[in-house]
């Protein structure tokens, strides 16, 4: 079945400052790739997707890119806030399946 | 527009009780997917229902079953508990209509089994 593997698994960063997050997948027929953050004590949020047939989409501060031939795709946020600290989770929707596989989540903190 | 809900937010079961945990999808969405979050695993599928039907299972044994009524609100039960299903259970609803994949996320039910 698909895997997905996400770096890093924790990153810190000044207020201000970009945060890039990397996921590589194994399913060569993934065609849907979302991103979610996720406070404490809630559920997941969609912040941004991407379809196979895009290689980049940018929303505000956040913006996504992939690479369908080396089959990884990152997420950027730039000028990040303190309200940008969270776990970030990358997920795939594969052509088998009605499900998303999730990377394993990066624990962003944001210092002011 | 109301987003996903899950009742309860909390529970508290001893091992070998059974647990029924309910979801209410997006007013119009009609799929309802399942996952379980923990610590070690991180987020993984369970099932997901589509028109009261099941239409995709993970890899989790058959203590766990689920069921979605005719107004797209699912439920989920796993009887004979164990220690190892503490978790935070989610439930995720999507539109479901052609080339819709996006799925939205309610809080979460957060089982402890003791």
């Known amino acids: 079945g698909e895997n997905v593997e996400q770096h890093p698994s924790t990153l810190s960063v000044q207020e201000g400052d970009s945060a890039v997050i990397k996921c590589t997948y194994s399913?060569?027929?993934?065609?849907?790739f979302p991103w979610y953050k996720q406070e404490l004590g809630k559920g997941p949020q969609l912040i941004i997707d991407?379809?196979?047939?895009?290689g980049e989409k940018k929303d505000q501060r956040i913006a996504v890119t992939l690479n369908k031939t080396a089959k990884h795709f990152s997420l950027h946020i730039t000028e990040t806030q303190p309200e940008d600290s969270a776990v970030y989770f990358c997920a795939t929707w594969g052509a088998a399946g009605n499900k998303l596989t999730f990377g394993g989540g990066t624990r962003v903190l944001v210092k002011p | 527009k109301a987003g996903v809900t899950q009742t309860p937010r909390y529970l508290i079961k001893t091992r070998g009780q059974q647990v029924t945990l309910s979801c209410s999808p997006i007013s119009g969405h009609r799929s309802v997917s399942w996952y379980q979050q923990t610590p070690g695993q991180g987020l993984q599928f369970l099932f997901e229902y589509f028109s009261e039907t099941q239409r995709n299972k993970g890899n989790f044994p058959g203590r766990f079953s689920g069921r979605q009524f005719s107004n797209s609100r699912s439920e989920m039960n796993v009887s004979t508990l164990e220690l190892g299903d503490s978790a935070l259970y989610l439930c995720?609803?999507?539109?479901?209509?052609?080339?819709?994949?996006?799925?939205?996320f309610g809080p979460g039910t957060r089982l402890t089994v003791t």
């Open positions: 991407i379809r196979s047939n895009v």
């Open positions: 399913d060569s027929a993934s065609n849907y």
């Open positions: 995720a609803s999507s539109l479901k209509a052609s080339g819709s994949y996006e799925q939205y």
